[in-house]
């Protein structure tokens, strides 16, 4: 599923560097694959055997210079065909950072494969061809990229060789990008003029575009502070699974935000209950505070009916105890969504028995739109939803947190996954923007 490669001719050092997990999004023929394809080449990420295959493939082709896009053609012909794949994920490292890329199809049909692909990544790097500026998949991919809250995004401007390298027709295409991703809530555009072809300001800095000051498209990937919210934030301990030992209950999991301590006091979400942290285990070995990404195991001072799916929280910020969510859901299943459906909602650890009360809009992301009561999402749709749920959760906004704020819906009768929610508000900023129809998109 995955098209891993691995540093090949000169070995890079990253054990010590953070992680940052982005993703790409663009139009078809905006030059994609090929900003990829020269990233993990000029970061010398691809293995020797990888560019000789590429190598031979573009002299085959007739190309004097290796094609750099073919380093990514062959995941991109199985996902197009659906035999295997919705996003490729690619790791490559640097001497200062590590990366998880997943790269996603730029066809209007995969929206549903970007949102898959950009619902984990703390930057997105949206690909513009410089002889066309911002259209409408632009557009569509600045929206999505809003609506997960993605921390930091950057404009590719590709193919600036193609329009001799101007600066002003960089400068007008970034303005227009910035001011809608703006009115969006996107909360940072980072614009880059590249010709990712010919290499320009990718890796290496251009030679030919004198008049640009800023980072290349690496380095602002290796500088970029990723969104750490997640300490932040009050604690949210999903409990996965019970373990008994010499008749003691551990209750073990991942720590998805915030901090735990032994002494602490936490409450058993959705019951309420409230007891004391005794001890915490980390990979076995005893510790007396864990942050959040870790795994463990925590024991309890008093004997509670805790078991999969309840949720342990600390702090004071309680989650939000509910029945009836409202929230946003992009549709990723090829049958539709309707009112009334019967759906199993997942929720971290936990999985309730659900129903569709309301689909009050659908977003029409053309223009951004609103489209009320459609009676139902098709795939791609993303649209605003009230679920009831059989049993209360102990949900988070996602404004609040990606990790407790999001959901699944789910086939009860085959466990096809039908649509990723947002619960709460689905864009961070609340202005209309201008071109968004009578009724607006604030859905």
């Known amino acids: 599923m995955s098209g891993n490669s691995t540093t090949a001719r000169e070995p890079a050092a990253p054990s010590a ?12 023929d905006d030059g994609k694959s090929t900003l990829v394809g020269r990233l993990l080449h000029d ?34 012909a ?14 490559f490292a640097t ?14 049909q995969y929206t549903r494969n970007m949102v898959t692909g950009a619902s984990t990544a703390e930057l997105t790097v949206v690909l513009v061809d410089a002889r066309n500026g911002v259209v409408e998949q632009t557009r569509r991919h600045a929206a999505i990229a809003a609506l997960l809250r993605v921390p930091h995004v950057v404009l590719a401007v590709n193919k600036m060789d193609l329009v001799g390298y101007r600066e002003a027709v960089f400068a007008a295409i970034a303005e227009e990008f910035t001011a809608y991703a703006t009115e969006l809530g996107v909360p940072e555009v980072t614009a880059i003029p ?12 251009s030679a030919r575009m004198d008049w640009y000051g800023g980072p290349t498209v690496l380095e602002h990937l290796e500088s970029v502070e990723p969104a750490d919210r997640a300490a932040d934030i009050s604690s949210r301990f999903p409990v996965q699974t019970v373990i008994r030992h010499e008749g003691e209950r551990y209750y073990a999991g991942q720590l998805l935000t915030g901090r735990l301590r032994v002494g602490e006091t936490v409450t058993v979400q959705p019951s309420g209950r409230v007891t004391t942290i005794t001890s915490l285990d980390v990979l076995g070995r005893p510790a007396d505070a864990v942050s959040a990404g870790s795994s463990l195991s925590v024991r309890l001072a008093d004997e509670l009916d805790v078991g999969r799916g309840d949720m342990l929280t600390a702090g004071t910020q309680p989650p939000r105890i509910a029945r009836e969510i409202d929230a946003t859901v992009c549709h990723v299943a090829d049958t539709p969504l309707t009112v009334g459906q019967r759906v199993l909602l997942k929720h971290t650890t936990r999985t309730v028995r659900a129903i569709v009360e309301d689909i009050p809009s659908r ?17 791609n ?29 789910i086939d009860p009768a085959d466990g096809t996954t039908l649509a990723a929610g947002m619960a709460g508000d689905a864009f961070a900023s609340a202005t209309v923007p201008a071109d968004a129809g009578a009724d607006g998109w604030d859905f």
């Open 17 to 28: 560097a953070t992680l940052l997990r982005f993703a790409t999004a663009g139009s078809v």
């Open 194 to 205: 590249i010709s990712a072809l010919a290499g320009d300001n990718v890796v290496e800095p």
């Open 43 to 76: 970061s010398k990420s691809v293995l020797a055997d990888q560019m000789e295959a590429v190598e031979h493939a573009s002299r085959s082709r007739g190309s004097g210079a290796p094609d750099l896009a073919l380093l990514t053609d062959g995941l991109r």
């Open 381 to 409: 749709d993303i649209g605003r939803v009230r679920v009831r749920t059989a049993e209360p959760l102990a949900l988070d906004s996602y404004a609040d947190s990606r990790r407790t704020g999001s959901f699944l819906l």
């Open 78 to 91: 199985e996902r197009e065909q659906g035999i295997t794949i919705d996003v490729a994920y690619r790791f």
């Open 95 to 108: 001497a200062r950072r590590r990366f998880i890329l997943a790269d996603t199809p730029g066809h209007v």
């Open 363 to 379: 977003l029409t992301l053309d223009d951004l739109s609103q489209h009320p009561h459609p009676g139902r999402l098709v795939a």
